[in-house]
């Protein structure tokens, strides 16, 4: 019989405490996760400054993202496999070194190709630490309270790095120029790093199975390919030749892996664990959380600078203040979560993220900073509730020698949703007959609905036994 894991099985007040090692191997797994998400969107408010420097077009300028979100995104389930099966720890080593050299080249980068270089190698490093890093992470620690305080740190810092980067990107970019945001990543490379070998030990999948080889090809082209698409289409819409040969070969690729898989000895992602309700419920919420959210953040910063005229410093201190309130729900989660346990608050979690979505829709065409600042705010409160619940429902009860594939799993929905909600909802605000105002209304309109909706969704599917 399954466990309900929205069954809390202890005192929800009662403290969690880390011995001195455990700190220091938190601390070391969640500076890592936090330079990735740091990287996300460091360099986004730099990109104009980057392009004259570099002499790189306004549609050219696209690519310093994409180059970053194509090897990130469809490289991590391939990369949580090998791990599980030749060393977690290794294959992290190996990504941090990866992620250093390349911001090194990115800082350093003195023509548009070595910058997109060194950008793809950091997506190719991300691509190793994300995955690696959250094994290490629920391999370390022990399932019950030690693991969601920890998933409750990382996802707080996580959260928190997005929004950082935000803040820090127009200030250094100001001061001391955009070759400043990724010299920060290099230097966070090498404090984590030297910190690493003593602290983490080593874990993989005992039997040590054959690569699913098959598997890995069609599951990263697809991955490779519907990214590609979706990015692209963000920045000259669906109707170009590309966009729509890459969308459906990505479609095609990904249908292929299914059937790969169900024929496959040793599979790449265990189609029986997505069958698992805790799996399939838990990474369809994280996915929902993501995209939606990230695509509020997008709406939002169009809406401040081009609607209400706030400048970029100004439209980093209304996420300055997300960020704070983001810090005060993830050191409550652990309580939340113990108390109404993973999936129940999940599904509120969801539920009010939808809800003060819905708040922005009173938005006015010259007035709103408040109503933005206080109902983005608790919204992102609740999209970290979400996160970190969503994490815990996905691995809670996965094998050790499985939590590569639970957690590539996560991590893959967290990429795949960070890229497709701009350019599906995005592109709308954008290109409104009517004005960027009535778009980021309608846009803000269609992204509540499909969040309330999915946590009706994740409160029927937790009922049902």
């Given at each position: 019989?399954?466990?309900?894991?929205?069954?809390?099985?202890?005192?929800?007040?009662?403290?969690?405490?880390?011995?001195?090692?455990?700190?220091?191997?938190?601390?070391?797994?969640?500076?890592?996760?936090?330079?990735?998400?740091?990287?996300?969107?460091?360099?986004?408010?730099?990109?104009?400054?980057?392009?004259?420097?570099?002499?790189?077009?306004?549609?050219?300028?696209?690519?310093?993202?994409?180059?970053?979100?194509?090897?990130?995104?469809?490289?991590?389930?391939?990369?949580?496999?090998?791990?599980?099966?030749?060393?977690?720890?290794?294959?992290?080593?190996?990504?941090?070194?990866?992620?250093?050299?390349?911001?090194?080249?990115?800082?350093?980068?003195?023509?548009?190709?070595?910058?997109?270089?060194?950008?793809?190698?950091?997506?190719?490093?991300?691509?190793?630490?994300?995955?690696?890093?959250?094994?290490?992470?629920?391999?370390?620690?022990?399932?019950?309270?030690?693991?969601?305080?920890?998933?409750?740190?990382?996802?707080?810092?996580?959260?928190?790095?997005?929004?950082?980067?935000?803040?820090?990107?127009?200030?250094?970019?100001?001061?001391?120029?955009?070759?400043?945001?990724?010299?920060?990543?290099?230097?966070?490379?090498?404090?984590?790093?030297?910190?690493?070998?003593?602290l983490l030990t080593e874990s993989r999948t005992p039997d040590r199975p054959r690569l699913d080889v098959p598997g890995a090809v069609t599951v990263t082209g697809g991955l490779l390919a519907l990214i590609y698409a979706l990015t692209t289409a963000a920045d000259r819409g669906f109707g170009g030749l590309d966009v729509l040969v890459t969308l459906v070969a990505g479609v095609l690729l990904l249908a292929a892996f299914v059937v790969v898989e169900s024929r496959s000895a040793a599979p790449l992602v265990s189609l029986p664990m997505l069958r698992r309700r805790t799996v399939a419920l838990g990474n369809l919420g994280g996915l929902v959380t993501f995209s939606m959210m990230s695509t509020v953040v997008f709406v939002l910063t169009l809406y401040l600078q081009e609607v209400l005229g706030i400048s970029a410093f100004g439209t980093g201190l209304v996420f300055g203040v997300q960020g704070g309130v983001s810090i005060l729900a993830g050191a409550y989660a652990p309580k939340v979560i113990g108390r109404l346990g993973t999936r129940r608050t999940l599904a509120l979690s969801l539920l009010g993220q939808g809800l003060f979505v819905a708040l922005l829709l009173g938005l006015g065409e010259s007035s709103g900073v408040v109503l933005a600042t206080v109902a983005v705010s608790l919204a992102s409160m609740c999209h970290l509730l979400a996160i970190i619940s969503y994490g815990l429902t996905v691995t809670s009860g996965v094998p050790d020698e499985e939590q590569g594939l639970a957690t590539g799993l996560v991590t893959t929905t967290q990429q795949v949703g960070l890229t497709v909600g701009i350019p599906l909802l995005g592109v709308v605000a954008t290109t409104w007959s009517s004005g960027l105002y009535d778009g980021a209304r309608a846009v803000l309109g269609i992204d509540a609905a499909i969040v309330v909706a999915a946590a009706l969704l994740m409160a029927v599917g937790r009922g049902r036994r």
């Open positions: 019989m399954a466990i309900d894991t929205s069954v809390p099985l202890r005192d929800p007040t009662a403290p969690v405490r880390l011995a001195g090692r455990a700190r220091l191997t938190l601390f070391v797994l969640c500076a890592a996760q936090f330079m990735v998400a740091l990287d996300f969107s460091v360099l986004n408010v730099a990109l104009p400054v980057l392009g004259a420097d570099l002499g790189m077009s306004t549609s050219a300028l696209q690519w310093a993202v994409t180059a970053f979100a194509l090897p990130s995104g469809g490289f991590l389930l391939l990369f949580g496999r090998i791990a599980d099966l030749y060393g977690r720890r290794r294959m992290f080593l190996a990504g941090l070194a990866l992620f250093g050299v390349a911001s090194l080249l990115a800082t350093f980068a003195w023509d548009p190709a070595s910058f997109l270089a060194g950008r793809a190698l950091q997506g190719l490093g991300a691509a190793v630490i994300v995955p690696t890093g959250m094994s290490l992470l629920t391999t370390t620690f022990p399932e019950g309270p030690q693991r969601e305080k920890a998933l409750g740190i990382s996802g707080t810092l996580m959260s928190l790095g997005f929004t950082v980067g935000m803040v820090l990107g127009g200030v250094m970019t100001d001061a001391l120029g955009w070759r400043s945001t990724m010299g920060l990543l290099t230097v966070f490379s090498l404090v984590v790093l030297p910190l690493a070998p003593g």
